[in-house]
T-cell receptor, first 114, second 110 residues
């Protein structure tokens, strides 16, 4: 079966711009989580959605937002980009019934802010 | 102090050796424990999933969780060059948020 698809794979943006990243989960999965990965901070949780509802949110500023659609696809948006937002953004999908179980990650979107 | 501590290594072992990885944590609410493997330019791949304390074995991989010591381990037997990757521990309570360790970079030498 198809895996988790993240688009685009690479992005270069300028400080102050905004960006939208997309995640298509595995068919049948109702949960999508987003993580930021940087060399200094590692993997950090951004938010998790289940059936269009945000169940949890990490400690990121309000510039980071997300949503999930009725077909379980999810988008995350970062407004007013800063140099420190440069990172690999990963999404993971699962059935969403047990924390951490059955999570499948996509290959990520590499965002570079210049 | 981080919620999950993991020695970043790097760790280099000869082919066939046992690889031993571990993490410690401070949040006693964690109940779900995972090990992920991440290759360069790829997302993490779930290797082992354990609920609460105990051992779990899957092929060459064994995961151990000791909640009383807040310590988890992963052992890889008969290591192969294809096992060369970064290994990440992760854990969660009931909040659907994974807390990751920093990851340990492992190289298995042929």
């Amino acid at each position: 079966k198809a895996g988790v698809t993240q688009t685009p794979r690479y992005l270069i943006k300028t400080r102050g711009q905004q960006v939208t990243l997309s995640c298509s989960p595995i068919s049948g999965h109702r949960s999508v989580s987003w993580y930021q990965q940087t060399p200094g901070q590692g993997l950090q949780f951004l938010f998790e959605y289940f059936s269009e509802t945000q169940r949890n949110k990490g400690n990121f500023p309000g510039r980071f937002s997300g949503r999930q659609f009725s077909n379980s696809r999810s988008e995350m948006n970062v407004s007013t980009l800063e140099l420190g937002d440069s990172a690999l953004y990963l999404c993971a999908s699962s059935q969403g019934l047990t924390p951490g179980n059955g999570y499948t990650f996509g290959s990520g979107t590499r965002l570079t802010v210049v | 102090q981080k919620e999950v501590e993991q020695d970043p290594g790097p760790l280099s072992v000869p082919e066939g050796a046992i690889v031993s990885l571990n993490c410690t944590y401070s949040n006693s609410a964690f109940q779900y424990f995972m090990w992920y493997r991440q290759y360069s330019r790829k997302g993490p791949e779930l290797l082992m999933y354990t609920y609460s304390s105990g051992n779990k074995e899957d092929g060459r991989f064994t995961a151990q969780v000791d909640k009383s010591s807040k310590y988890i381990s992963l052992f890889i037997r008969d290591s192969q060059p294809s096992d060369s990757a970064t290994y990440l521990c992760a854990m969660s309570s009931n909040d659907y948020k994974l807390s990751f360790g920093a990851g340990t970079t492992v190289t298995v030498r042929a």
